[in-house]
């Protein structure tokens, strides 16, 4: 029989039998009024998990389409943008806004680096022609969680837009929308949401909308007035992904049901039990622990095992699928997911295969000292 599969990577991730069972009733037209109650009942709970009083879009295409829609409706050709990288996701938000004609200025921190916020506040000081400054939430490709609040009050002095890549931190890291100044955040189903990919989700401030109504660039899918038009009915622009609709509401009738502080709190569990599992078996963090992020967890490849090769014994003889390194960290890390539906057996599942996994790779690890340092944190004990 093939291995039971553990999936374990930043996206997709597992869905709860809730919203499976959600997204299989029948499909309904979406020009309806059951629709429209679903749509606003979403919104309305998004709010809460997005901490804003913002219009919020629930648009029909992967994050990096919300990432392009927060770009396409307010960054203009020759816009001057500032784009902090500091890792795969942050790069592909700067090129998105070169595509659309603007001179990002492009500062990268270093893959496994957080943001500097003493640089930020050094280039909007020198630059107050800024037109926007996009931030990565959480860097998917580098398992570092940056400092959205401190980036957003540098950017609230300023006249420019805070846009938020929260693809992979919103529902499993907490942000506030409003207090911490994010003019556009974006996440997207996938991830912390706990839903199949097909969606993402937009919230837009006041102060971005000004630049949205003013916008020359060319928009048509992904534009935000057409959104905003069909939201006054509780309707899209376009066909959505209604089975996707039924699930996300489920989805966040479970959030709402634990409550987002326990949501929070369970994520920053499951992360500082990995954590301590892989520091017990030897193994390294690929960023400093202040800012290591409490939805995926990136480690150094073993010395003298391969990160991919660890990988492929992993999945091939336990089932557990992580993830690997992306761009110039391929085949150096590997990334282990606890995002979204994701509990303190899923980490005791992955924690005891990687001690099998190494130890048949020959890596000197005791057997059972990664399982005990993360049993210790779930009961409470030193972390
Ligand atoms: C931080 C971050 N941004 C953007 C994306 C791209 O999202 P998608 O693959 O849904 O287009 C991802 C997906 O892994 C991500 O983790």
């Known amino acids: 029989m093939p291995a039971k599969e553990y999936l374990m990577i930043p996206g997709p991730t597992p869905v709860p039998p809730q919203v ?101 506040e050094e280039k909007l000081k020198a630059n107050p022609d800024y037109k926007a400054v996009l931030a990565t939430q959480n860097e998917t490709s580098t398992g570092v969680t940056n400092d959205i609040a401190g980036i957003g009050a540098l950017v609230a002095k ?59 660039s060319p928009r048509f899918y992904f534009s935000l007035p057409a959104a905003k038009k069909a939201v006054e009915k509780w309707n899209t622009a376009y066909t959505p992904g209604v089975s996707l609709f039924y699930g996300l509401e489920a989805a966040l009738e479970l959030m709402m049901a634990e409550g987002m502080d326990n949501v929070y709190a369970r994520h920053g569990l499951l992360a500082r039990a990995v954590r301590a599992a892989v520091r017990a078996l030897g193994l390294t963090l690929l960023p400093e622990e202040r800012c290591a992020s409490n939805t995926v967890t990136a480690i150094h490849g073993p010395d003298g095992v391969g990160a991919d090769e660890l990988r492929k014994v992993l999945k091939n003889r336990y089932g557990v699928v992580f993830a690997g390194g992306q761009g110039i960290l391929k085949g150096k890390i590997f990334r282990i997911a606890h995002m979204g539906y994701a509990g303190k057996t899923d980490v005791l599942v992955a924690v005891g295969a990687l001690e099998m996994a190494l130890a048949e790779l020959g890596y000197p690890a005791e057997l059972g000292r990664g399982m005990k340092a993360a049993q210790e944190v779930f009961l409470g004990g030193s972390d």
């Not at 804003?52 to 879009?57: A, E």
């Open 20 to 120: 499976s069972a959600a997204m299989s009733r029948p499909i309904g037209g979406h020009r309806t009024d059951e629709f429209a109650r679903i749509h606003q009942g979403i919104v309305e709970k998004l709010k809460t998990v997005f901490q804003t009083q913002n219009d919020i879009f629930v648009l029909t295409h992967s994050g990096t389409g919300g990432m392009e829609t927060a770009v396409a409706n307010t960054v203009n050709p020759g816009d001057k943008v500032l784009a902090l990288v500091t890792g795969n996701f942050g790069e592909r938000f700067a090129k998105i806004a070169r595509a659309y004609g603007a001179l990002v200025d492009e500062v990268d921190f270093g893959w496994g680096k957080d943001v500097d916020l003493a640089v930020v």
């Open 158 to 216: 300023t006249p420019a837009l805070l846009l938020v890549d929260g693809i992979s931190g919103v529902g499993g890291i907490e942000i506030k929308t409003d207090a911490w100044g994010v003019d556009v955040l974006i996440t997207a189903s996938q991830k912390a949401m706990m839903l199949p990919p097909g969606l993402a989700m937009v919230a837009v401030s006041k102060k971005a909308w000004e630049a949205v109504e003013k916008c020359r």
